[in-house]
């Protein structure tokens, strides 16, 4: 399973590249308003610090106007996956950038048939948004599970599912055991996945009980 990041703070995906562990990062409107900076500029030094997919997402509305935006954004680094909404205008602009070999992220999905349209424009990656489906009161992760069976039936669609959305460490190991193939989350969600008590009591124990030894390896 592939791990990205969402989150358009540079310092914070440097920390986390820096753990040879990330696979690529999202970015969305918001994100980006929230960084304080210009978008083109964050987007390309985003790029140059993973290796993998940066997802940077167009603001307009009509497919012409997002095959421009898409265009320029893809021009930035060979690494950038132009993000999509799922509206029929993106539908028809993905299926053109896909022609033009150029990575797409079909961004908020909130159905298995929003997906299989997607997957049927070509789209690289599929974001369905688990956690604004937990917050209406729905179950994020059986979309998941539907979007997961759905794409299994036809093994020539190639769009991969991106767990968008994800608010703890259970949404990504419930999307591990569906099989999805990538998940993006916050920093903070990333960096919890590490963390158990136990393994901190229990490496505690270890050294102190070392110290008495007075050994050193090295
Ligand atoms: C994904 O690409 C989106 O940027 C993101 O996961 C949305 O998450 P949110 O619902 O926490 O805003």
């Not at 900076?37 to 030094?45: A, H, K, S, T």
């Not at 290796?51 to 167009?58: F, K, L, M, N």
């Not at 961004?107 to 369905?128: E, H, M, R, Y």
Request: proline share 5%; hydrophobic share 45%; glycine share 6%.
């Amino acid at each position: 399973m592939k791990f990205f990041v969402d989150t358009a703070e540079v310092s914070e995906i440097e920390e986390l590249a820096a753990t040879g562990l990330l696979d690529g990062v999202t970015t969305n409107p918001s994100l980006i308003a929230k960084s304080g900076r210009p978008m083109l500029e964050v987007v390309r030094e985003i790029c140059g610090l993973v290796d993998g997919p940066v997802s940077a997402e167009v603001t307009a509305t009509d497919a012409e106007a997002m095959l421009a935006e898409g265009r320029r954004l893809a021009d930035l680094a060979p690494n950038v996956c132009v993000k999509l909404p799922l509206t029929w205008d993106g539908l028809k602009a993905c299926r053109q950038l896909t022609r033009e070999n150029i990575q797409v992220n079909v961004t908020l999905c909130f159905s298995a048939v929003q997906a299989l349209l997607a997957a049927k424009a070509g789209a690289t990656f599929i974001s369905p948004f688990v956690g604004r489906l937990d917050d209406i009161g729905q179950d994020g992760m059986q979309l998941i599970a539907d979007i997961c069976e759905v794409y299994a039936q036809y093994p020539m669609l190639e769009t991969e599912v991106l767990v968008a959305s994800v608010r703890h460490p259970v949404h990504l190991l419930h999307a591990a055991k569906l099989g999805a193939d990538v998940a993006t989350l916050p920093p903070q969600v990333l960096k919890k996945l590490v963390e158990h008590p136990l393994t901190d009591k229990g490496l505690a124990g270890f050294l102190a009980d070392w110290k008495k030894t007075g050994q050193s390896i090295l």
